[in-house]
């Protein structure tokens, strides 16, 4: 049974930093992608950005491009997501999944199949 479950999410003020994670078990994810999302209140499922799990290759929103960076260490099964210079706007539910990898930019929810329970980040002014 494959499980994602995310962690580090919390309070911070705008400027500030957190560091999400998102722990993988149950499967064989060599040939998978490492995605982020979040939602804001209000707001539909937003792309952050995400990592192959292989390569190591990234992409992310534009938006997030400078501020948040994707990484993966192979050891813990864990992929993070740093989040630098974060603005009240940020503020949402943060979710990772995991689907096959496609040879195309893999920004749609559509194309993971696996979902962790999400963590709320909140950034206050």
């Known amino acids: 049974q494959v499980e994602l479950v995310e962690s580090g999410g919390g309070s911070v003020q705008a400027g500030g930093s957190l560091r999400l994670s998102c722990v993988v078990s149950?499967?064989?994810?060599?040939?998978?992608?490492m995605g982020w999302f979040r939602q804001s209140p209000g707001k539909v499922l937003a792309f952050v950005g995400y990592?192959?799990?292989?390569?190591?290759?990234?992409t992310y929103a534009d938006s997030m491009k400078g501020r948040f960076t994707i990484s993966k260490d192979y050891a813990k099964n864990t992929v993070y997501l740093q989040m630098n210079s974060l603005k009240p706007e940020d503020t949402a539910d943060y979710y990772c999944a995991a689907g096959p990898s496609r040879s195309v930019i893999m920004n749609s929810p559509r194309f993971y199949d696996y979902w962790g329970q999400g963590t709320q980040v909140t950034v206050s002014s």
């Open positions: 990592i192959r799990w292989s390569s190591g290759t990234t």
């Open positions: 149950g499967g064989t994810f060599n040939t998978y992608v």
